[in-house]
């Protein structure tokens, strides 16, 4: 089991920055075996979406609404992925979702945090 706490999320002028941060615990076991780091957001009324994910070989993918703007990364050491947001639009306002897979042999598993809520606002 892996256990997902986030945390950076308020409110912010148009424009403005924020910077995400997903720590992730658990059993030594699960812990070693996250894959998959990523950040999904969900508007009101909209289906959840991902905005960004990095692979554990650093590899990196976003959505088009973002590219540019934010960027994705990890900190293995610290079991922790963070999304640096510039630039911030109020069509980025949202609660926005951690995410990891777990791979073990043919085993995959995912894990979601509760959520921090983004509004972007004057």
């Known amino acids: 089991q892996v256990q997902l706490v986030e945390s950076g999320g308020g409110l912010v002028q148009p424009g403005g920055s924020l910077r995400l941060s997903c720590a992730a615990s658990?059993?030594?076991?699960?812990?070693?075996?996250?894959?998959?780091m990523g950040w999904h957001r969900q508007a009101p009324g909209k289906q959840r979406e991902l905005v960004a994910r990095?692979?554990?070989?650093?590899?990196?993918a976003y959505a088009d609404s973002v590219k540019g703007r934010f960027t994705i990364s990890r900190d293995n050491a610290k079991n922790t992925v963070y999304l640096q947001m510039n630039s911030l639009k109020p069509e980025d306002t949202a609660v926005y979702f951690c995410?990891?897979?777990?791979?073990?042999?043919?085993?995959?598993?995912?894990?979601w945090g509760q959520g921090t809520q983004v509004t972007v606002s004057s």
């Open positions: 990095i692979t554990s070989g650093e590899n990196t």
């Open positions: 995410n990891v897979e777990t791979r073990a042999g043919l085993f995959t598993n995912a894990y």
């Open positions: 658990g059993s030594i076991g699960s812990i070693n075996n996250i894959k998959t």
